[in-house]
Nanobody
Framework: QVQLVESGGGLVQAGGSLRLSCAAS????????MGWFRQAPGKQRELVAT???????NYADSVKGRFTISRDNTKNTVYLQMNSLKPEDTAVYYC???????????WGQGTQVTVSS
């Protein structure tokens, strides 16, 4: 089993920045991808950004140029630096780990990000 613990959400004004962190623990195989998804009220959960254990990244078009995902494999931790935040970025942000060995998905409990206009 894998446990994911997120931190770093909060309230920020438009144009501001936040940094999310997600630490994974448990049985973690080397080949995996970690990432962030978000869900706004009344909307489906959507991908924000992912990063593989080898460092390959993928971003939603809506956050390209504003958000940066990174990871520290020695700490099994993934980060999401969010700059130039917009009110439409308001959502609950969920950390995800996908194990390529078991093809299992694991989720964190979510952290609220609120951007005021």
């Amino acid at each position: 089993q894998v446990q994911l613990v997120e931190s770093g959400g909060g309230l920020v004004q438009a144009g501001g920045s936040l940094r999310l962190s997600c630490a994974a623990s448990g049985t973690i195989f080397i080949r995996n991808a970690m990432g962030w998804f978000r869900q706004a009220p009344g909307k489906q959960r959507e991908l924000v950004a992912t990063i593989s254990s080898g460092g390959s990244t993928n971003y939603a078009d809506s956050v390209k140029g504003r958000f940066t995902i990174s990871r520290d494999n020695t700490k099994n931790t993934v980060y999401l630096q969010m700059n130039s935040l917009k009110p439409e970025d308001t959502a609950v942000y969920y950390c995800n780990l996908r194990s390529f060995r078991t093809m299992s998905d694991y989720w964190g409990q979510g952290t609220q990000v609120t951007v005021s206009s």
